[in-house]
């Protein structure tokens, strides 16, 4: 009990003692609740903050890659009205790849869209990230083409007459000289009288590893290199290319189109469903006296082929509204088999047993 002693001035400071005791006690129940909500965030995990942050699956990678998936988000977000429409970006194989293995948490992309399978230095750079869950989805192939303006003179080419094309050094009369071509027909008198131009993806797109293998590499192979080469010198003169006549594309396949049309000489590197939706203004070259299609890729006719992937983040499911969903809606058969819609927009798609391969392998949570 209070007693009031020596007036009211004494009484008044009592009572401001009081209340400054009030307040900073107040404070530190203030305090303790933050520092328990803080304990209780962490010991649920980065994905309860997640859950909170995002609700919008993002995807990057591959321009191979992107149109399809392009196609199956908008679809999706028509099929699933609670969920958001997926936001695709482009950015190459190796950038979507980059992206991905940055982390898990909402300012990491959930799914990296790949035109070649992801490397063993990826995955090692994924999994000191943190990146743990890495669920390889393969959903259909494609084909790599050469293309020229429609306008042009059409192209038979081999592997051999594009590694002597683009190589900085080739073999002649039995040695490794700096490449003397300049035009198509002083490689083969088959080929055009057109000076060699080319624009090709650069090494942050997927395409450009299955080009270097397939064509290059083979090319390479195919015209003999001099006897004596080291190891290394003989790898040297199948990878290094030349910077007089190539140009090496970055962005995406409309970049590499809108070279041809300011360059006609230009003979790009496209992927076939990318050709097949612009051959108004393309034409596109033999390879090995096959001519691209769906069917000859289907047929294993076609030489110059690769199967297509996206990669699902699997730390991010559960967390991130429909991702697991968006999944099963883009290996559904209307979308990715045999007369669905990725197929008319170029997709040559894979049998179905192998969907059902894929899709089983996925949801039973078999991270590869």
């Known amino acids: 009990m209070l007693r009031k002693q020596g007036g009211s001035g004494s009484f008044s ?215 004596g080469l080291s190891e290394d010198e003989a790898e040297a003169a199948c990878t290094t290319l030349r910077q007089d006549v190539v140009t090496e594309i970055s962005g995406d396949y409309t970049e590499t189109l809108a070279r041809l049309s300011s360059d006609t000489n230009t003979v790009g590197v496209f992927g076939l469903s990318f050709y097949e939706q612009n051959t108004d203004t393309l034409k596109v070259a033999t390879v090995n006296g096959v001519t691209p299609s769906k069917e000859a890729v289907a047929a294993g006719e076609y030489p110059v082929s690769r199967p297509l992937f996206f990669y699902v983040k699997g730390q991010h499911i559960g967390v991130i509204p429909g991702l697991e969903e968006f999944v099963q809606f883009f290996l559904s058969e209307q979308m990715a088999g045999e007369g669905g819609t990725l197929e008319a927009a170029g997709l040559i798609p894979q049998p179905a047993e192998k969907t059902a391969e894929v899709l089983a392998a996925f949801e039973a949570g078999a991270a590869q």
């Open 13 to 227: 400071v009592l009572l401001a003692i009081v209340d400054t005791i009030s307040v900073k006690v107040t404070k530190m129940k203030i305090a303790l609740f933050a520092s328990a909500a803080v304990i209780t965030l962490a010991a649920f995990g980065t994905t309860a903050v997640l859950a909170q942050s995002r609700d919008t699956i993002q995807i990057a990678g591959s321009s191979t890659v992107l149109p399809f998936s392009s196609i199956v988000a908008e679809e999706f977000g028509a099929a699933f009205p609670e969920f958001n429409t997926p936001v695709v970006g482009s950015g190459g194989t190796g950038g979507g790849f980059s992206q991905f293995c940055a982390g898990v948490g909402e300012n990491t992309i959930d799914i990296a869209n790949a035109s070649r399978a992801m490397r063993d230095g990826e995955r090692e750079a994924c999994t000191a990230a943190g990146v743990t869950d890495i669920r390889e989805v393969q959903f259909g192939y494609d084909g790599i083409v050469f293309a020229s303006a429609a306008s042009g003179p059409d192209f038979a080419l081999t592997p051999t007459h594009v590694y002597k094309a683009i190589a900085a050094q080739v073999p002649v009369d039995g040695e490794l000289v700096d490449n003397p071509y300049t035009n198509w027909s002083e490689i083969d008198a088959s080929l055009p009288d057109q000076p060699i131009v080319l624009a090709i993806p650069a090494s942050n797109h997927g395409t450009r590893e299955v080009f270097q293998e397939r064509v290059v590499g083979a090319g390479c192979e195919e015209a003999g290199l001099p006897e």
